[in-house]
């Protein structure tokens, strides 16, 4: 990643999917633009972890789209280790979270190295500073300066909130409240729902049972909505590895729990359907995203744009802005911004 000296044209906070095409595609266009991410590493809840030298994808296990756009896009990349069609042994799939992966003309595919290649992939060649927790942002001659955690600030005429909708809520709300037609789109922003994810990650002796599946929906659960025989994707496992994703009702009870407690309840519930064995694993790892995901049909059709009354533009975008659920979704939201952006450099530079 690289650290250019000039000031950006374009300051875009959050380096997950959406963050990340935007900012790509406005450098490509020439705009000096860095990407601001409060976390340690880029990508969002397309997250990897490794353990014992074996990636687990404990966020989205998959890709998947069906837009000629998209498609190319992600061919461009190239990235290693595709896994095409993958998750191919699916029951129950109509009960998925996101039910139109698996319809017709939709690609899916997996990546052995985790999915968290993707976002550095995008992040390439990007000035990605990590560990900026933005708290604030704040107007400043005809641009916005945002404020992190230590105080520090960084100003540009535009600036895209890539981030999750809690976050871009958080900083978003007490800046424009009282500009003009904002009421109504932060009336709209609240009214759109965000899903906690909870996923227990547990590990087992590569002899333990084969699931017979890649991903299963099960219909008469309480508390699991998704199981990912996350080892199946890998090139020779060392282990067998799945990871166990919540219903929202039961992420929503349990967020503020201990991880263990509703980690292990996770896999008891786990085991009333593979048995046992899957009750007493190796070790267990649990992950909760406090605002992981917008509910589906919850997303705008497209990126929103308010200007400050004295100048500078917020472009807001990210997955509750892409028309569709999913990392096409976020991929879309991300272009679109960029579309936004590019729009408001050419409509500055004729005025």
């Known amino acids: ?10 300051l875009v906070v959050g380096a997950g999917i959406a963050g990340l095409t935007c900012a790509g595609t406005l450098a490509q266009a020439g705009c000096a633009v860095r990407v601001l991410e409060r976390s340690r590493g880029v990508g969002g809840r397309c997250a990897t972890r490794r353990v014992d030298d074996q990636p687990v994808d404990h966020g989205a296990p998959y890709l998947h789209g069906a837009g000629a756009l998209f498609l190319e896009a992600m061919r461009r990349l190239a990235l290693p280790g595709l896994v095409p069609g993958w998750p191919q042994r699916v029951r129950e799939p109509q009960l998925a ?3 139109d992966a698996f ?16 976002p550095k992939r995008l992040a390439e060649g990007l000035d990605v500073r990590l560990g900026q927790r933005v708290i604030a942002i704040t107007p400043a001659a005809s641009a916005f300066d945002t404020v992190n955690e230590r105080g520090e600030r960084q100003s540009s005429p535009v600036l895209v909130l890539a981030a999750s909708l809690a976050q871009t809520l958080r900083l978003l709300e007490p800046l424009a409240a009282d500009w003009p037609d904002a009421a109504s789109t932060l009336e709209r922003l609240r009214a759109i729902e965000c899903v906690p994810v ?8 590569p002899d333990s049972p084969e699931p017979g599946f890649d991903a299963w929906n099960p219909f008469e659960t309480t508390m699991v909505q998704m199981i ?3 080892s199946a994707k890998r090139d020779a496992p060392a282990e067998r590895v799945l990871v166990v994703h919540a219903r ?24 009333e359907l593979l048995g046992h064995w899957a009750s007493e694993p190796r070790w267990l790892q649990p992950h909760r995203w406090s605002s992981g995901r917008v509910r589906i049909g919850d997303q705008l059709t497209a990126p929103v744009v308010l200007r400050h009354p004295q100048g500078g533009a917020l472009v807001l975008a990210g997955d509750a802005f892409g028309g569709a659920p999913g990392l096409e979704g976020a991929w879309t939201s991300g272009m679109r911004a960029a579309e936004e952006c590019l729009a408001l450099r050419a409509a500055a530079a004729r005025a």
Request: glycine fraction near 10%.
């Open 228 to 230: 990912v025989h996350d």
């Open 97 to 99: 979270c996101q039910p």
């Open 103 to 118: 319809g017709v003309g939709v690609t899916r595919w997996a990546i052995q190295g985790g999915m968290s290649i993707l």
């Open 1 to 10: 990643m690289l650290q250019p000296a000039s000031s950006p044209n374009v």
């Open 248 to 271: 929202p009702r039961f992420a929503r009870l349990r967020l503020e729990d201990s991880p263990l407690d509703w980690g292990r309840d996770l896999l008891w519930e786990t085991a």
């Open 198 to 205: 909870l996923t227990a990650i547990a590990g087992y002796a």
